[in-house]
Structures are given as structure tokens and as C-alpha cells.
DNA sequence: TTTCTATGCATCACAAATCTATGTATTAAA
DNA sequence: TTTAATACATAGATTTGTGATGCATAGAAA
């Protein structure tokens, strides 16, 4: 991806987040959706992305079904019910975090003056 | 911390701003004003704290100071003029990649209709 | 006086997540 | 025919933070 470190925690999330919009992805139409959707700046490695959908089906937060488009070879993923749940609390937690950080890094006005 | 993967990349961040706004602070110092700020959230652990001190002084980022209260120790950080501008850049980008996120994650009013 | 808690620094072994690099293969365009 | 895009996958290296541990001072509680 392109801030590297910056990413770490929230692939899973993002993916998940996909599959909630989507019926069904297959993994480099995933990459193609979020490098889109972020404006060229997310983008997804291959190494990063298999080992995460693996990953998330070893948790059975998704399935997978391989299509043969002609003689090539596709993995589309969809969420399991469980998956469907686990994605709004992935989603609520990541948010949370995003919500954190900014009050922490906020811009104050002046100074910042601790409370007595 | 308390969410773990979510934070990597945002420790150092997170101690620049925290120096843009006091003269200096030592590291115990540092995890307090953290963990009040955050509203208990963010749990700063002595073992991420000193590692991520150490090698902003190394950046020459910071610079620390050993300061003795009766027999006990303690070392004061604060930035340097590099650090200063560093720490600008690093919220910067902090702060693009929170948005970011956020916009990819942002809840649509039914489900998303990607652009023709 | 002893013991517990807080303060205060530090380092090491480990785990988790992602990246880089690599590999294989199909398909369409130049 | 060569390049770029599509499409999957894995191995090894790297980064970052955590947990555990160690050492020591200081104040409060028991």
C-alpha cells in the first residue's frame, strides 16, 4: 500500500467493508475496487491481499467459490453470516480508532491547556 | 495499547504531537498525558514507548536530557528544530491516511452504486 | 516495619501483519 | 512478438508493538 505502516490492522476491515457493498469479489477485482474507491491511494499488494482472504476464510468470515473464466482461473469471495456480523463490529471498531486518533492529534487552538 | 494492530505506525506520531505542545516531557510523563487524553483508549506500553523514543533520538528528531529528582531518574524529550517540521509532515499524513480510511469505510445511505 | 502501589528507566523474545520478490499462467493490445 | 493487464499464490524479510522481565526509588497503607 502506499503509507506502508499506516495500513496495518485495517486490510481486514476494508475487505470486509467491500464484501458488505458486493455479493461477491474476487480478489483482484478487490484490489482494482479499493485502489478506485480511495482515489489511487490504497493499493492493495498481492501478498498482502491472499494471505488476508485466506485468512478470513480460515476464520469463516468468508467463502469461496473458484470460476474458470475461459481457461483462467477466479476466487470469488462472499461473507458467511457470521462474517456479516463480524464485519459491523470490525467496522464500529476501526471507526472508534479513527475517531481516537483524531482527538488526539487534533489542532488546538493556541495551546493545549490541560485540565486542572 | 488496547487495539493493538490498529495503532502500528501511529506511535511516533502520536509522541511528536504530544511534544508540539508541551516543552518537554519525559516517558512516563508522555503515557499519562496519553492515556488522559484518549480518554483511557490508547494504553501506551513501556516496551513501544522507549524503543520509539530511542530511535527518534537517533532521527535526531528529538533531543533528551537526564534530569535527576533525588536519587530517581528521569529523562526529558523535546524536539528539535528538525523534529518540529517532522512532526508537521507526520500529522500531516496521519491525518490523510485517517480520512481516507474513512471515506472508504463511511456508511452509505443503502448500499453503494459505483460510478459509471 | 513491611508490603503494596506508583513512578521511572530499559531490554529481549515473540507475535502479527504487511511488503518485496518470485513464480506460474491466460488474455488482449500494441 | 512483446508488453501490459489480469489472476492466483507463497516464501522470506521487515516493521512494529506487546508481554515479560529486570532494576530501583518513593510514598501510602497495613
Redesign the interface.
Known sequence: MT????????LS??IL?MLS??PRLYGYELTQ??K????D??LIKEGSLYPALHKLEADGLVTSEEVYIGKRVRRYYKLTEPGKKATLLS?E???G??K??????LP?PG??V?AK
Open positions: 503509507n506502508t505502516e499506516l495500513l496495518k490492522g485495517t476491515t476494508i467493508r457493498e458486493h475496487l479499493v478506485e474507491r480511495s482515489g491511494k490504497i467496522i471498531e476501526l471507526r480508532f479513527l481516537t486518533i483524531e482527538d488526539l492529534i488546538f495551546n493545549y490541560p
